[in-house]
């Protein structure tokens, strides 16, 4: 029984901190912005350094540079893993796909020469030879 108040509290407690309409959340937002920009601009004005983390790092820490064969040999082991990761289509599928995409071009390649000759027809009638 206690923990059924403790859960009914709990939700009271929630329902009550929650606003219950849109004008009421964007009151409770607009005060949360306000007193977080007077915090920050508040003690730590003078050190304006102190938040923004480490600095860039300087040339000398830099690593030295990697050869062109050593970026071209990288490049081709990472190609390599990539192909091993790619599921190649079977036989039967290859050839399935292919039909499909000789038939659509083929389609195609007709639609657009009807057309062209529609529209040269449709000039020479209206321009006259």
Excluded: H
């Excluded at 190649?88 to 038939?103: K, N, S």
């Amino acid at each position: 029984m206690s923990e059924d108040r403790e859960q009914d509290s709990g939700e009271d407690r929630e329902q009550e901190s929650r606003p219950s309409s849109a004008a009421a959340r964007r009151g409770r937002r607009a005060s949360r912005r306000s007193s977080a920009r007077k915090e920050a601009s508040g003690a730590d004005s003078k050190d304006s350094t102190a938040s923004k983390g480490k600095p860039t790092p300087s040339r000398e820490g830099r690593k030295e540079r990697v050869s062109l064969f050593r970026k071209i040999g990288r490049f081709l082991r990472e190609v390599v893993a990539e192909l091993r990761k790619v599921i190649w289509p079977t036989r039967r599928q290859l050839l399935t796909y292919t039909a499909v995409v000789l038939v659509f071009v083929s389609i195609m390649v007709a639609f657009i020469a009807g057309l062209d000759l529609l529209f040269a027809q449709g000039v020479l009638r209206l321009f006259g030879e």
